[in-house]
Structures are given as structure tokens and as C-alpha cells.
């Protein structure tokens, strides 16, 4: 009798385990990222991103939402040539700052694996705003008297641009804990439809692209809560 009481209480464990771990009523996800991009001069540089959602279940596999992403980077380099031919040195200074928003609305279907186990497929579309100052120095001057000064030039510049974005990402989400889930997704397919950009002359044409990036630098890692 005992160890059917045991079994019972066994069996009943993991079928509510099991309901558990299925997406809730609504759910909050958080994940960063970390890709290469190229500064105005074409030096690459690290750019971070950060991004957090929250979706509600409408279905028992689909779920759809709001989304918001920040990400921030920063481009620095700096570097001397000699011409000993000509008693010179050259010295060039660049610096970058990049930052962007995109907020917008997605959707994701779950598909179950195991117990778990889910893989998805995720979709965004929304609004990116893009801003950069950049600040730039170039100068010569003779290599035996560094304080004298042949020649130099510099300034700084601010750029910006609006666009129209959408990404489709794959991923998988593992459960911990019945609330708790760790994700790991790759921003596979992109469209970028560019609104506005100061860099533009007034009247051009903006274009519009579709890409695929099988990088490890779209991947995403995060994690979800579900309530």
C-alpha cells in the first residue's frame, strides 16, 4: 500500500512538472549580445546589445509581445608613422561612439522537444534609431623636435539614422525550474529599410536590403521568466 501511495504521489510530481514548465500567460526575456562592426574609417570594433521583452501566451504554442534592444559601442584608434627618410612623423587619431534603439513587437511559436526541451522561432519588426560622433585628428611634425608642428587638422561629426528593421531568429530554451529558462537564439535572417539618414544628400533614395548572417556574432544568449 505504501509503495503505491509512493508511486502515486510519484507519477502526480511529474505530471505537474511536466504542465509546469509550459509557457505561462506571459513571460519576460532578457539576452545580450555581442557582434563586430566597422567605425567610419573601417577599423572594427566590439558592439554590445542588450535587449528585454514581454510576450503573453495567445495560444498554447504561440506567444506575442513587445520588445526593446539598446546597443552601445565604442571605436578608438590611434597610430604614429615615421618617414625617417624625411626626419617626419605622422600621427593620426580617430574615435567613434555608437549607440542604437529598436523598439517593436514580436511573435514566437514553441515547438516541445522533451520534458524541458523547447526549440522556437522567433520574428521582430520595429523602428531602429541609429547615432554617432566621431571625433578625428591627423598631424605631422619633425621626428628629432616632436613640438614642432608641420601641419594638423581635425574636427568632429555627428551622424544619425532611422530605419524600419525585422529579424527572424531560431532558438532553443531549456527550463531550469518550472519559471525559470535559459535561451540561446541566432539572429539568422535580417531587412533593413532605411527611413532617414543624415549622411544622405536631401532627395536620395533610401535603400532597403534583405540578409542572412550564420555568425556566431548574431548569436543571442538570455534567459526567460515566465508568470
Same mark, same amino acid.
Given at each position: 500500500?505504501?509503495?503505491?501511495?509512493?508511486?502515486?504521489?510519484?507519477?502526480?510530481?511529474?505530471?505537474?512538472?511536466?504542465?509546469?514548465?509550459?509557457?505561462?500567460?506571459?513571460?519576460?526575456?532578457?539576452?545580450?549580445?555581442?557582434?563586430?562592426?566597422?567605425?567610419?574609417?573601417?577599423?572594427?570594433?566590439?558592439?554590445?546589445?542588450?535587449?528585454? $521583452? #514581454?510576450?503573453?501566451? /495567445? @495560444?498554447?504554442?504561440? *506567444?506575442?509581445?513587445?520588445?526593446?534592444?539598446? !546597443?552601445?559601442?565604442?571605436?578608438?584608434?590611434?597610430?604614429?608613422?615615421?618617414?625617417?627618410?624625411?626626419?617626419?612623423?605622422?600621427?593620426?587619431?580617430?574615435?567613434?561612439?555608437?549607440?542604437?534603439?529598436?523598439?517593436?513587437?514580436?511573435?514566437?511559436?514553441?515547438?516541445?522537444?522533451?520534458?524541458?526541451?523547447?526549440?522556437?522561432?522567433?520574428?521582430?519588426?520595429?523602428?531602429?534609431?541609429?547615432?554617432?560622433?566621431?571625433?578625428?585628428?591627423?598631424?605631422?611634425?619633425?621626428?628629432?623636435?616632436?613640438?614642432?608642428?608641420?601641419?594638423?587638422?581635425?574636427?568632429?561629426?555627428?551622424?544619425?539614422?532611422? $530605419? #524600419?528593421?525585422?529579424? /527572424? @531568429?531560431?532558438?532553443? *530554451?531549456?527550463?531550469?525550474?518550472?519559471?525559470? !529558462?535559459?535561451?540561446?537564439?541566432?539572429?539568422?535572417?535580417?531587412?533593413?529599410?532605411?527611413?532617414?539618414?543624415?549622411?544622405?544628400?536631401?532627395?536620395?533614395?533610401?535603400?532597403?536590403?534583405?540578409?542572412?548572417?550564420?555568425?556566431?556574432?548574431?548569436?543571442?544568449?538570455?534567459?526567460?521568466?515566465?508568470?
Amino acid at each position: 500500500m505504501k509503495r503505491l501511495i509512493l508511486l502515486a504521489c510519484c507519477m502526480f510530481a511529474l505530471l505537474q512538472a511536466s504542465a509546469q514548465i509550459q509557457p505561462k500567460s506571459y513571460f519576460i526575456t532578457t539576452d545580450v549580445g555581442l557582434n563586430t562592426q566597422k567605425d567610419g574609417r573601417g577599423n572594427d570594433f566590439h558592439f554590445y546589445q542588450v535587449s528585454t $521583452s #514581454v510576450s503573453s501566451m /495567445v @495560444s498554447e504554442k504561440w *506567444a506575442a509581445g513587445v520588445f526593446a534592444e539598446y !546597443g552601445r559601442g565604442i571605436s578608438e584608434v590611434e597610430t604614429t608613422n615615421d618617414n625617417n627618410s624625411f626626419n617626419m612623423s605622422f600621427y593620426e587619431y580617430y574615435k567613434q561612439k555608437r549607440s542604437s534603439w529598436h523598439f517593436g513587437s514580436q511573435a514566437r511559436f514553441y515547438y516541445p522537444v522533451k520534458l524541458r526541451l523547447y526549440v522556437f522561432g522567433e520574428g521582430r519588426v520595429g523602428v531602429k534609431y541609429e547615432s554617432a560622433d566621431s571625433e578625428y585628428l591627423s598631424s605631422s611634425f619633425v621626428k628629432s623636435d616632436p613640438e614642432r608642428t608641420t601641419a594638423k587638422s581635425g574636427g568632429s561629426e555627428q551622424t544619425s539614422a532611422l $530605419s #524600419v528593421q525585422g529579424v /527572424v @531568429s531560431p532558438g532553443i *530554451a531549456y527550463f531550469l525550474t518550472p519559471k525559470i !529558462g535559459l535561451e540561446l537564439k541566432l539572429n539568422l535572417l535580417h531587412y533593413n529599410h532605411i527611413l532617414d539618414d543624415s549622411t544622405s544628400p536631401d532627395g536620395a533614395e533610401h535603400p532597403h536590403d534583405f540578409s542572412a548572417d550564420f555568425g556566431l556574432s548574431s548569436t543571442r544568449i538570455g534567459a526567460s521568466f515566465y508568470f
